[in-house]
Antibody, heavy 120, light 108 residues
Framework: QVQLQESGPGLVKPSQTLSLTCTVS??????????WSWIRQPAGKGLEWIGR???????DYNPSLKGRVTISVDTSNNQFSLTVTSVTAADTAVYFC????????????WGQGILVTVSS | EIVLTQSPGALSLSPGERTTLSCRAS???????LAWYQQKPGQAPRLLIY???NRATGIPDRFSGSGSGTDFTLTISRLEPEDFAVYYC?????????FGQGTKVEIK
């Protein structure tokens, strides 16, 4: 059973770069054909899909983040990462990493989430 | 971008009751690539339904999904105490993937 765990700083200053890592256990990130996604949720609000990276390395991002997002894979450490540049208070949220299933792109596996606060 | 609108925003119900949650899409969701998730406070969302009507692994059969095109529903046939939570629909047919704003099911 695949498990995901987010890690990274819980506090980022405005205008700086947010960097998070999702560590995958229970399977190799480079095997199979999966989408590895990031989703975020501001406190008390709904879910926003940020973007995804395919096993092949191709990426797809939500245009709402206006080109500030990069998702990459580190196969040697069985991790994938998220960076968001030029952050503002609006980027304060719980960030989740997730993976789809063998038989479809529904998000079946989720990390527990990590709260990132943007504040000086 | 496909906009998903969920209704109602909140429901107050008693254990044992039946409920139906609605999710309407701004355009047709191809291949019925529509999922439902349950989220409890402080937890990650849990996949309940995929492909509009298929229960995910380990999901009790009191949860069922239906619909196609632009109109989808999640039905809980008999509410158990652990079912009081927020429910989200999500389309994964078109990029960007989008979520509805959620329906909160509260205990009356």
């Amino acid at each position: 059973q695949v498990q995901l765990q987010e890690s990274g700083p819980g506090l980022v200053k405005p205008s700086q770069t947010l960097s998070l890592t999702c560590t995958v256990s229970g399977g190799s990130i480079s095997s199979g054909f999966y989408f590895w996604s990031w989703i975020r949720q501001p406190a008390g609000k709904g879910l926003e899909w940020i973007g995804r990276i395919y096993t092949s390395g191709s990426t797809d991002y939500n245009p709402s983040l206006k080109g500030r997002v990069t998702i990459s894979v580190d196969t040697s450490n069985n991790q994938f990462s998220l960076t968001v540049t030029s952050v503002t208070a609006a980027d304060t949220a719980v960030y989740f990493c997730a993976r789809d299933e063998d038989w479809g792109s529904q998000l079946a596996y989720w990390g527990q989430g990590i709260l990132v606060t943007v504040s000086s | 971008e496909i906009v998903l609108t969920q209704s109602p925003g909140a429901l107050s119900l008693s254990p044992g009751e039946r409920t139906t949650l609605s999710c309407r899409a701004s355009q047709s969701v191809s291949n019925n690539y529509l999922a439902w998730y349950q989220q409890k406070p402080g937890q990650a969302p849990r996949l309940l339904i995929y492909g509009a009507s298929n229960r995910a692994t380990g999901i009790p059969d009191r949860f069922s999904g239906s619909g196609s095109g632009t109109d989808f529903t999640l039905t809980i046939s008999r509410l158990e105490p652990e079912d009081f939570a927020v429910y989200y629909c999500q389309q994964y047919a078109n990029s960007p993937w989008t979520f509805g704003q959620g329906t909160k099911v509260e205990i009356k």
